[in-house]
């Protein structure tokens, strides 16, 4: 059903929770309460989402929990790669990160 106010009870697709109609009201009003969520979970540090943080090495494309592991090392000249270890810091170097590595 298609419509707010329909039997079955307004429409709610996948991809968001909140029932659609195609009046310009409730499309604002759907709106306004996704911003919302959004601004809420944003405001919730990752351990209270559940989720762990964790960051991917630039070069080998490793993910490392942050929580478990520590930080990745960055780049000590533009601060800009992460890496999980010298080798791979050495080998991105080598395939072409000191042809685009600026000083920050």
Known sequence: APYPNS???P???????YPV???????AES????HEDRRELSSLAPD??????SEMCDYCKKI???NESGRLQRCSRCKAKLYCS????????RAGHKLHCFKS
């Not at 010298?86 to 170097?93: M, P």
């Open 7 to 9: 039997p079955e009870g």
């Open 11 to 17: 429409s709610v697709y996948a991809f968001n929770p």
């Open 48 to 53: 209270e989402l559940g989720v762990a943080e």
């Open 86 to 93: 010298k080798d791979c810091q050495t080998a991105d170097w």
């Open 64 to 66: 490392q929990n942050v």
């Open 31 to 34: 709106t306004r309460r996704a």
């Open 21 to 27: 109609c195609f009046s310009s009201l409730c499309n």
